[in-house]
């Protein structure tokens, strides 16, 4: 299978979402890349994103970690497969119906961070996800993610 940005085929109504959304400018722009199994991003942390001198804000993991892990669910649940690229934007959207979040080691400022994530179990009402931020080859912190459909009403 071919590796898609997850977040390209968001439907439009729902692509302004602060850490991955295409159309907040101000936002982080996170670009997920899913490859059939597992999904990656890259994000190097700016000045802004400072915890202590030399290191990255927790929050900002947090938002990595939840943004990742709802992309990934969206890829995971993807009935398309080998068509992805054809079918435009029309990933289902899923939110955070819980978010847990285990810092390692403190991770480095002004490093890129590879951010991977897993489907670990999928069913109709819900995906939850595992998602590792690692920078220089050591995982720096470790989050799971559970997934719920969009509900009805924030459509």
Same mark, same amino acid.
């Given at each position: 299978m071919k590796n898609y940005c997850i977040q390209d085929h968001y439907p439009e109504q729902y692509c302004h979402c602060y850490g991955c959304g295409r159309e907040n400018r101000h936002g982080l722009q996170i670009k997920s890349y899913w490859d !059939?199994?597992?999904?990656?991003?890259?994000?190097?942390? !700016?000045? $802004? $994103?400072?915890?202590?001198? !030399?290191?990255?804000y927790g929050g900002l993991l947090a938002s990595l970690v939840d943004c990742h892990g709802i992309a990934t669910a969206s890829a995971a649940m993807d009935e398309t497969g080998e068509d992805r690229e054809k079918?435009?934007?029309?990933?289902?959207? &899923?939110?955070?119906?819980s978010l847990h979040v285990? &810092?390692?080691?403190?991770t480095p400022m002004g490093k890129e961070l590879e951010i991977t994530g897993t489907a670990l179990a999928v069913d109709k009402d819900?995906?939850?996800?595992e998602v590792k931020i690692s920078a220089r080859g050591k995982v720096r912190v470790r989050g799971q993610v559970l997934a719920a459909p969009m509900p009805k009403s924030m459509a």
């Open positions: !059939g199994q597992t999904a990656t991003a890259r994000f190097t942390p !700016g000045p $802004h $994103h400072i915890a202590l001198p !030399g290191y990255v079918a435009g934007p029309q990933l289902k959207r &899923y939110v955070t119906a285990d &810092y390692l080691r403190p819900k995906v939850v996800v």
